[in-house]
């Protein structure tokens, strides 16, 4: 026989011990992420209208504390956590969604269909029975001006991941609205076995001002007084890593603790936001290559450069070939690298062994 | 009939022998290029031909000879420079480009490279503008070390404004042959890399590139504020710095003083050919083999390899490989017939079987009987017979480009599109792999 004592205790020390095991058991990365209209500065002094990514540091949406930037700010998985939860506020004059290329959206109630090309009315799911001149707008659920949707991933798995918005990508993934999304599978290991001591998140990427400027200035698509009717004339004239361009200062810094000293490990996730292949290259150094789009590979391969594909994600590990300081350049290897035309610029910068003082990527005003 | 085709080899062998003891060798089966460990060059400005019969101005490396001290014509791709793995390698770059051009650099991707003299430019040290009064008197050459640590194929291009030099045409490539035989190896084979299994019979140079006409106009009318590489549309291909059909004359034909290098690949059944494939320019060129799937072995002068010392052992097949700018591959190719089903040979089934021969189809017969002459209109590398070092007769008029009777297998991009020059039908990324008789001499 237990005292009353005892059994209130035992029951304490269990509930205590289930209360352990569910805060041990971290199950959800969650970001309160808002989106803007905003202006980006090119490295030429040009700005360029973006829709921009910005997370909301209280998480209440009241105020909006963070800057919005483009690519947006990097969302971290944690090792632990199964599941990313995003809170997206919409502050943009069109409806909104998110995709996540490689990960599966669970609350996801099938693609957003509307009446082209009045866009006047929407239908969720299935084609609206009978209709077939419906036009599928989003991937999944949207979220309307002014409001806030949320988007959850409930088996997310480990790797480089590309955010865009799933909603008229053609349009608003070059607005903008991308970001990278990273899981490591163990603490500072980003696959099995390729652990690192510093990281480099670089996303490629590039902007058509004139496009841009059409849409901001909502005369492109299918609407009335459209100017330019779709992105087929394609001409980009910005070609941007982590929204900069050579010569802006704080292009692609290590986020890494400290400097690399010889033989530490840089882990570069590679991204390709943009609407054309780039061909990331280092000079004077080779990488391990060892995933693309978030699946490891079962041998890495040796490479001072490779072909990043639009929507593609890619991990290399460089290893530092000595103390600090050195630098190596790097730069798209197909020769982006003017700004609006005028060399020098575009996409080429350095990977140094210390850490720069400098956001990193492209800030808006 | 089979008889009358072998016959008919053994004649059109003789007749090739005969020919080249008039004409000199028959386009080379290598690659050619200069050797050694220390290089003299010149950036200089000249102008290239192009099949549509156009002349274009490009900006080239040049060589200086070593016994004469004088720069050679700019060259385009630059000079093919062949070295060996654990020499190190003295680069020596004088800029002689025209007024207002700028610097010009060279950059080694996968080496690390020690830059001496010149000036300090983004990627590298640069040799200054040419007709700036230097103030250091080395500011005019810049100096480049380094020792290759791995053999394989690399290329160089300049690191300068390297938008617009990469288009002039101021790239080339980088050979590093292996040391050593390797371990298990032959010394009298060859070898790309430090592992048996990447040994070959024969190798080509495959480097593309490609050019925008409209930039080089610029260029030449100094409308350097015009220059704009957002508008790039390239209409203009390249192997080796030749469009179709000029890859297929010889290296070093004095037509062409600023292309020296072709691109005819030529083989013997049963061999193994060697394809150094560089994306030299800053587009994507999806070429295609016909004939046979390659074996991809290296990529970037690295072995396709699971671990040290095993070999090219994660070599992928296909058929279409992508020009990366700024990327090389190693692929191996070989050709026997085997898939054909019959004797490319004619050969009866008592007959010896020539050198590796595809034992399985000795003495099959050829699957169809052929049309008459007059009822087919024949394709210009058609010898006149289906056999391999065959031929036959042709109707009147008919080019007889195909004196040795061999298998023309067409290797060429696949964006369509660039099988032009200038627009102007065939020219562009196209050239031929001719699969020789064995008695037919290639080098």
């Not at chain 1, 949207?142 to 918005?165: A, C, D, K, N, V």
């Not at chain 2, 025209?98 to 060279?106: A, I, T």
């Not at chain 2, 042959?177 to 371990?183: D, E, G």
């Not at chain 2, 030449?220 to 192997?239: A, D, R, S, V």
Request: glycine share 10%; charged share 15%; proline share 8%.
């Amino acid at each position: 026989m237990f005292s009353k004592k005892v059994i209130i205790f035992q029951g304490l020390f269990l509930f205590l011990c289930l209360l352990t095991v569910m805060v041990g058991k971290a199950v959800a990365a969650e970001y309160w992420l808002y989106v803007n209209k905003a202006n980006m500065t090119m490295a030429d002094g040009s700005k360029v209208p973006v829709w921009a990514f910005g997370l909301d540091k209280d998480n209440n949406f009241t105020t909006t504390e963070g800057q919005a930037t483009v690519p947006g700010p990097t969302l971290r998985v944690g090792p632990e956590d199964t599941a990313l939860i995003i809170h997206l506020k919409n502050n943009l004059s069109e409806a909104v969604s998110l995709n996540i290329l490689g990960q599966g959206l669970t609350n996801n109630s099938g693609p957003v269909w509307t009446n082209f090309p009045d866009d006047t009315q929407t239908w969720s799911g299935a084609r609206p029975a009978g209709n077939y001149t419906a036009r599928v707008r989003s991937f999944s659920h949207e979220t309307q001006p002014g409001e806030i949707g949320e988007y959850r991933w409930e088996s997310f798995r480990p790797g480089t991941y590309l955010l865009q918005s799933g909603t008229n990508p053609a349009k608003q993934v070059q607005m903008g609205m991308f970001l990278p999304v990273v899981k490591n599978v163990s603490q500072g290991s980003a696959y099995a076995e390729v652990p690192y001591d510093s990281e480099l998140v670089v996303v490629f990427h590039e902007f058509d001002p004139v496009i841009q400027n059409a849409i901001a200035a909502g005369v492109y698509g299918a609407v009335p007084g459209a100017i330019i009717g779709s992105s087929v004339l394609y001409e980009p004239k910005y070609f941007l890593m982590n929204g900069m361009s050579y010569p802006s200062k704080g292009l692609l810094h290590i986020n890494g603790e400290g400097p690399l000293f010889q033989g530490e490990r840089l882990l570069i996730r590679f991204l390709n936001a943009g609407l054309e292949t780039h061909a990331p290259q280092l000079l004077g150094l080779y990488m391990t290559l060892w995933s693309e789009d978030g699946n490891r590979f079962q041998y890495p391969k040796q490479v001072y450069g490779f072909e990043l594909a639009p929507g593609k994600t890619a991990d290399a590990i460089v290893v530092s070939p000595k103390n600090p300081p050195w630098h190596y350049p790097f730069y798209d290897a197909k020769l982006n690298l003017s700004n609006n035309g005028v060399y020098p610029g575009g996409m080429f910068s350095y990977i140094r062994s210390s850490v720069p003082k400098h956001l990193s990527t492209g800030t808006v005003q | 009939m089979d008889r009358i085709g072998k016959q008919r080899t053994i004649r059109v062998v003789l007749l090739i022998g005969a020919f080249l003891l008039f004409f000199g060798t028959a386009a080379q089966g290598a690659i050619v290029g200069i050797s050694g460990q220390t290089f003299k060059l010149v950036a200089k400005q000249d102008v290239i031909v192009t099949s549509d019969g156009d002349s274009t101005i490009i900006w080239g490396y040049a060589v200086i000879n070593s016994a004469t001290g004088k720069a050679g014509r700019a060259q385009y791709p630059g000079p093919t420079l062949m070295v060996t793995e654990d020499v190190p390698v003295t680069i020596t770059l004088t800029n002689e480009l025209p007024d207002e051009s700028g610097n010009v650099s060279m950059v080694f991707p996968g080496h690390q490279v020690d830059a001496s003299d010149g000036v300090e430019g983004l990627l590298t040290r640069e040799a200054r503008q040419a007709h700036l009064k230097p103030i250091g008197l080395s500011e005019k050459t810049v100096t480049y070390t380094f020792t290759p640590t791995e053999p394989g194929t690399y290329l160089y291009r300049s690191g300068t404004r390297a938008d617009l030099h990469v288009e002039m045409g101021l790239f080339g490539a980088l050979i590093v042959r292996p040391a050593a035989t390797p371990a298990g190896g032959d010394p009298g084979k060859k070898y790309a890399y430090n592992h048996v299994d990447t040994e070959y019979d024969r190798e080509f140079l495959y480097l593309v590139s490609e050019m925008d006409p409209l930039i080089h106009r610029q260029v030449e009318e100094q409308q350097w504020n015009l220059i704009n590489f957002t508008k790039y549309f390239p209409t203009n291909w390249f192997i080796n710095g030749r469009n179709f059909p000029d890859v297929l004359a010889e290296n070093n034909v004095p037509w062409l003083p600023t292309q020296p290098y072709n691109c005819q690949p030529r083989m013997h059944p049963g061999e193994k050919v060697l394809i150094r494939f560089i994306g030299a320019g800053r587009a994507v060129h999806p070429m295609h083999f016909h004939g046979n799937d390659f074996e991809t072995i290296a990529v970037d002068g690295r072995l396709l390899s699971s671990g040290p010392g095993v070999g090219p052992d994660l070599a992928w097949q296909a058929t279409t490989i992508k020009s990366i700018p700024g990327q090389t591959a190693d692929l191996v190719w070989g050709w026997t017939g085997k898939e054909l089903g019959w004797d490319i040979y004619g050969h009866s089934p008592e007959d010896p079987l020539e050198p590796h021969e595809y034992a399985p189809n000795h003495g099959k017969p050829f699957p169809v009987v052929l049309p008459p002459r007059d009822a087919v209109t024949y394709g210009p590398f058609y010898s006149g017979s289906p056999f391999l070092g065959g031929e036959g007769e042709l109707p009147p008029g008919h080019g007889g480009l195909n004196a040795a009777g061999g298998y023309f297998y067409m290797w060429h991009s696949h964006t369509e599109k660039e099988l032009t020059s200038n627009d102007i039908w065939p020219g562009g990324l196209v050239s031929f792999m001719i699969v020789e008789h064995p008695d037919v001499p290639i080098d």
